[in-house]
């Protein structure tokens, strides 16, 4: 029996759609067994029930998971499906999964083309969409099941090691860092980050302290990102009582905004880290190709075939972003991006007046 696994946000974007489609049609026609455990939560968690309903036994839904037990799921699994129809800023699952020596099988594009052979691309299929092409590949590995060389992705590369020379060149030795960011869900990809990156840095001789921007996101986005003033002087406070060398700031669109970000101390060097496309396109969820970002975000604003509340709506994030924007201006900002192919939309746009940017890409422990 060959097994699969899928273990993230059960959302359109992640094309979980595009999972269960393909997985119907290989019940339907394919007699060669095969398995699928799905880990993870969101707005597609009940057409994902729907498999199990119909297929039984081939298909489990777990709902959430801690990575122990997906860490665990990995050491019985074949293949990992990660066939995002957006942009991924970087493959941390996708990593996870090779480190347990699974492959995976995605789009060799973006933030995943490092973490994708060439045999599993699903791009590399002579069928007319996406859906015939993941089946066409899917119906290969079923029937041709055999060994792949992943020696050649170089994972050596993302190990906790390399990650904290690659720290130590940018912001020193032994200090005192201050990790800001906004605070949506308990578990989410940058949350993870955060955590891991904190205890890296605490075992190795810095300092290390957690500030979140508590909230969800509701309809009161645009005021909070704009005129947060509760959590400006929370952050002033803790700044205060924790006197930084260093302030890191993660995610700050969500629910922080302009106002805390300017509490920050000029003299105090900051660390901006883009963990996604948000910045750069107004609306990332929907982004699959980078020729569609603009050089200038207010681009966006022009497109006269909008609609008028979609239209209203970006200019309400662009707002938000221009006053992050000039709030990060006034430090000396150093950038971050996790992938290579992220540095020119920081560099080349002109909005951000980028001081210097470096490739920090994530990591996962050794196994």
């Not at 029937?143 to 990650?163: A, F, G, M, N, V």
Request: with cysteine; aromatic share 14%; charged share 25%.
């Amino acid at each position: 029996m060959t097994k699969f696994i899928y273990f993230g946000r059960l959302e359109k974007e992640k094309w979980v759609d595009l999972i269960i489609d393909v997985f119907t049609k290989l019940y339907e026609t394919w007699e060669i067994d095969w398995h699928i455990d799905i880990y993870g939560t969101g707005a597609l968690e009940k057409e994902c029930e729907t498999l199990t309903d119909k297929f039984g036994t081939n298909v489990r839904l777990h709902g959430w998971a801690s990575q122990e037990t997906i860490q665990q799921a990995l050491t019985t699994m074949d293949y990992c499906l990660m066939p995002s129809r957006v942009i991924e800023t970087f493959g941390k699952s996708a990593l996870e999964s090779l480190r347990q020596w699974v492959p995976v099988i995605g789009f060799k594009k973006w933030g995943l083309a490092s973490f994708v052979l060439d045999e599993l691309n699903i791009s590399s299929q002579a069928w007319d969409n996406d859906a015939e092409k993941l089946f066409a590949l899917l119906q290969e590995v079923l029937h041709d099941k055999k060994e792949y060389d992943l020696t050649s992705l170089e994972l050596e590369q993302y190990s906790p090691e390399k990650r904290l020379e690659s720290l130590r060149s940018i912001i020193g030795s032994g200090k005192r860092i201050l990790i800001i960011s906004d605070f949506i869900k308990k578990i989410g990809g940058i949350e993870t980050y955060i955590r891991e990156v904190k205890e890296l840095l605490e075992q190795n001789g810095y300092t290390v302290d957690v500030w979140w921007g508590k909230g969800e996101n509701s309809f009161w986005w645009l005021f909070k990102t704009a005129f947060n003033l509760v959590a400006a002087l929370r952050l002033k406070k803790k700044i205060w009582q924790f006197q930084p060398d260093i302030i890191w700031a993660h995610s700050v669109s969500r629910n922080l905004g302009r106002l805390p970000l300017s509490v920050i101390p000029q003299t105090t060097p900051l660390l901006m880290m883009f963990h996604d496309m948000g910045y750069f396109f107004p609306y990332p969820s929907l982004l699959d190709d980078t020729a569609k970002i603009p050089g200038s975000l207010d681009a966006t604003q022009r497109n006269k075939d909008q609609w008028f509340l979609k239209k209203t709506l970006i200019r309400c994030k662009l707002f938000s972003l221009r006053l992050i924007r000039k709030a990060l201006q006034k430090h000396k900002t150093t950038y971050l991006v996790p992938s290579l192919f992220m540095k020119p939309f920081v560099e080349n746009n002109r909005q951000w007046k980028w001081q210097k940017t470096y490739v920090l890409p994530h990591f996962v422990k050794q196994k």
